[in-house]
């Protein structure tokens, strides 16, 4: 499976983004999608994940209630809307893919296939 994320620029706090990511490939085995991030000097951190119906999505404190999370099968696609967007959510965003959504999905080594990256930074 690859992915490929995209949507990431700079926006001024309060502002908002829609992140992308594409995925080709068997992206049938893929059971759970997912967003990290990581800023720079910190280390990667869950930020939200869907599984392959579209439910139970489930995100990191920091980020409910500004961020949503959906995917669009049929498109491969998975989305992550994010609004009202904070300075501390500057950082490189990650698309990820399990292929069982029996583990401790918080962990990225639950996860068994991960995109390039594409880069959000939010000024103050």
């Known amino acids: 499976v690859q992915l490929q994320a995209s949507g990431g620029g700079l926006v001024q706090a309060g502002g908002s983004l829609r992140l992308s990511c594409a995925a080709s490939?068997?992206?049938?085995?893929?059971?759970?999608m997912g967003w990290f991030r990581q800023a720079p000097g910190k280390e990667r951190e869950f930020v939200a994940h869907?599984?392959?119906?579209?439910?139970?999505?489930e995100y990191a404190d920091s980020v409910k209630g500004r961020f949503t999370i959906s995917r669009d099968n049929a498109k491969n696609m998975v989305y992550l809307q994010m609004n009202s967007l904070k300075p501390e959510d500057t950082a490189l965003y990650y698309c990820?893919?399990?292929?069982?959504?029996?583990?401790?999905?918080?962990?990225?080594?639950?996860?068994?296939?991960w995109g390039q990256g594409t880069l959000v930074t939010v000024s103050s």
């Open positions: 869907i599984n392959w119906s579209g439910g139970n999505p």
């Open positions: 990820t893919a399990a292929r069982s959504g029996d583990y401790f999905l918080q962990s990225a080594r639950s996860y068994d296939y």
């Open positions: 490939g068997r992206t049938f085995t893929t059971a759970v």
